[in-house]
């Protein structure tokens, strides 16, 4: 069965701070691996998909980078706006099913 | 402007009524799928449908309920037999492996 872990549950900043948000995951045979950032009370909204180790994307602040059993996505210099839940998640196998981790919220204070 | 839309926002319902959550997709997407997500853990997949008059059960489907008659269309029915309903739903489409998901229904049973 498939699994995702995400690290930590939560994350405070000041603003300009950089860290990185951690997804451990367990799968056969990744199909890809997905970030997703999620505001209060609304759907997830799309960000990156890795498809093999060593990959990289990257988009205004934020870097997702993969490897054969974590994935990171690295926040630089981050501002207040982007405080959100971070979802991963990965698709396996001949699975249609996405499987999730429960995210970390990132609080980035000015 | 494509996108997929769910409706009701928020929708409230006594105990032993079915209700039926909306989800339109203009986006051409072949694949359609319903999840719900709870406090503290991460999204779950009830159902979900590669093609038009098809659909597969996920992993939290009893007491769930849906159709596909159109392409554009997967509305999921929340019967009284689902023993613990209030819940965030959300609703994705997908055209290959990454799936993008619409702003999210809020149910409250009362």
């Given amino acids: 069965e498939d699994q995702v872990t995400q690290s930590p549950e939560a994350l405070r900043l000041q603003e300009g701070e950089s860290s990185s948000l951690n997804c451990s995951y367990t799968v056969s045979g990744l199909r890809g691996l997905f970030w997703y950032r999620q505001d209060p009370g609304k759907g997830p909204e799309f960000l990156f998909t890795l498809y093999s180790a060593g990959e990289e994307k990257e988009k205004e602040r934020l870097k997702a980078t993969l490897t054969k059993k974590e994935s990171f996505l690295h926040i630089t210099a981050p501002k207040p706006e982007d405080s959100a839940t971070y979802l991963c998640a990965v698709l396996g196998g001949s699975n249609y099913k996405l499987t999730f981790g429960k995210g970390t919220l990132l609080t980035v204070n000015p | ?110």
Wanted: charged share 20%.
């Fill in chain 2, 1 to 110: 402007d494509g996108g997929i839309t769910q409706s009701p926002k928020y929708l409230f319902r006594k105990e032993g009524q079915n209700v039926t959550l909306s989800c339109e997709q203009n986006l051409n997407h072949d694949a359609m799928y319903w999840y719900r997500q709870d406090p503290g853990q991460g999204l779950r997949l009830i159902y979900y449908s590669q093609i038009v008059n098809d659909f597969q059960k996920g992993d939290i489907a009893e007491g769930y309920s849906v159709s596909r008659e159109k392409k554009e269309s997967f509305p999921l029915t929340v019967t009284s037999a689902q023993k613990n309903p209030t819940a965030f739903y959300l609703c994705a489409s997908s055209l290959s492996d990454t799936q993008y998901f619409g702003p999210g229904t809020r149910l409250t049973v009362l």
